[in-house]
């Protein structure tokens, strides 16, 4: 099987600071990969990195697309790559107001990516985008509202709506549940599992939160200071983990 | 169907002094289709760690473990994903799953991921948890909501929703009442008949005489002291 995604020694300087160094993997169609780490420890600049956001210092980021097969998405034509950010990927941001247009109804924002890609019917995007609301939990009464007019946990579930809208092959997501309120997480959980389960759809999900890991990810990369120290399946990484840092990472989390 | 050879396990605790403790050394058992293999020794001995490193749970430090052809101890992780769906099926003594999700669907998921249709999945979950008396006005509820012994039977439907060829079950009848008990154990008959090889760990001795062919003192494969 050709993997969707595969990463092959992705590095990111800052100056004299590592970013991240030397990251490799392959993601396969329907998998979901969590990315652990503390604050600091390069997650994210390798996630801007993977999702186009981010310029790496050297690397590949390979995507099986749809019309062409493999594809290295770094030396993509910006065209090629801003098509593809439409399309077959998305990505749900920490913060709601980086991925919504927060002056556009929730409607349009979920429109707004449809239209991106062809639809020009009002009626069918409309219906559209009723739909995701409903999916994401959102009352369609509200479709006309302002993200601004939403609490954070509507932000961000109308952010995963317009992101999935499309029919996404691959999502990146940064810290998806982070701050928002537990029952609104488990929701957020539950849909996410749902939509890996029908669509088949990969994802990358980097959390500092091990409870959604366990439950939303297969595999498990752990990061310290900008290196990948341990990957594996999940439950194994987290039930007997190998490297030192993962064990002090484990061993530190509070039991509820 | 389930092979193990010389398989040994070492932890090695990197924040309590680097502390390297051996728990294990050539293991090894083969259980064939149809057959339950029940893992005896007392507690401590290394019962659930052995089963942990026939599921992939826990990283084996060396030898072989065959689950359906595939070797775990150094397959892939997309492979062992795979295994888990459709051949390798695990009872734990804990139910966990996702806040929120209703009973009937934590059933249901094990089936619906190996591409069963909706009505059918849902319809065999209902099956199963009539069959293991949850009472249908708590089949719309979290399962975290229930009881330990209502947890536990959940987790055993959820467990045998899917007909895995090779099944591990962790203390199965553990924290359950005497008809509840009888409905496992019926069960675990069940799944023998249709060709199921099963790893077992059972206090209950009644229960372990009853579904199990062969027992296996984990003991005996204890580190010799150095």
């Known amino acids: 099987m050709t993997p969707l995604l595969s990463v092959h020694d992705i590095s990111k300087h800052y100056g004299q600071r590592i970013g991240c160094a030397e990251v490799s993997f392959d993601l396969y169609p329907g998998e979901v990969m969590g990315i652990v780490g503390e604050s600091g420890s390069g997650k994210s600049t390798l996630l801007n990195c993977m999702a186009g956001q981010l310029a790496p210092d050297q690397g590949k980021v390979v995507f099986d697309t749809r019309a062409d097969g493999p594809r290295d998405t770094l030396i993509m034509s910006e065209p090629e790559r801003r098509m593809l950010m439409r399309t077959d990927w998305a990505l749900v941001h920490q913060n709601p107001r980086d991925g919504l247009r927060m002056g556009v109804s929730a409607g349009g924002n979920v429109g707004e990516r449809l239209m991106a890609v062809g639809a020009r019917n009002y009626g069918t995007i409309r219906a559209k985008a009723i739909d995701w609301l409903d999916k994401v939990e959102i009352d369609e009464d509200r479709i006309d509202d302002r993200p601004r007019a939403f609490s954070g946990g509507m932000q961000q579930r109308l952010q995963i709506a317009r992101n999935l809208v499309t029919g996404p092959r691959l999502v990146f997501m940064d810290e998806p549940t982070g701050g928002l309120d537990v029952s609104v997480q488990a929701r957020l959980l539950d849909l996410l599992r749902s939509l890996v389960r029908e669509l088949g759809l990969s994802a990358i999900i980097v959390t500092h939160d091990l409870a959604v890991v366990r439950l939303l990810a297969d595999r498990l990369m752990v990061m310290k200071s900008g290196y990948v120290v341990e990957t594996g399946l999940t439950d194994q990484v987290l039930d007997d983990p190998q490297h030192d840092y993962t064990q002090l990472l484990v061993s530190s989390v509070l039991q509820v | ?226």
Request: aromatic share 4%; hydrophobic share 45%; proline share 5%.
């Open chain 2, 1 to 226: 169907m389930i092979t193990v050879e010389n398989v040994s396990k070492v932890f090695t605790l990197h924040n309590q002094g680097g502390a390297v403790i051996p728990v294990m050394e050539h293991a090894a058992l083969s259980v064939e289709p149809g057959e339950c293999v029940a893992l005896t020794g007392v507690s401590g001995a290394g019962k659930s760690t052995l089963m942990r490193m026939i599921y992939g749970n826990y990283l084996a430090a060396s030898g072989r473990i065959e689950v359906g052809g595939l070797d775990v101890v150094g397959a892939d992780p997309r492979e062992i994903l795979a295994l888990r769906r459709h051949t390798l099926g695990y009872v734990s003594q804990f139910l966990r799953v996702v806040p929120r999700v209703p009973a009937l669907d934590v059933v249901a998921e094990p089936m619906l991921v190996v591409g069963m249709g909706q009505e059918a999945a849902r319809a065999r979950a209902r099956d199963l948890l009539t069959r293991l008396r949850i009472p249908e006005t708590l089949w719309g509820l979290s399962p975290l909501t229930f009881s330990g012994g209502e947890q536990q039977r959940v987790n055993i439907a959820r467990g045998f929703a899917h007909e895995y060829p090779a099944m591990l079950l962790d203390e199965p009848t553990a924290s359950l009442d005497g008809v509840n008990r009888e409905t496992v154990l019926t069960l675990i008959e069940e799944a023998k008949d249709r060709g199921a090889a099963i790893v077992g760990i059972f206090h209950d001795v009644v229960a372990r005489n009853r579904v199990a062919d062969r027992e296996i003192d984990v003991s005996t494969f204890a580190p010799a002291a150095a």
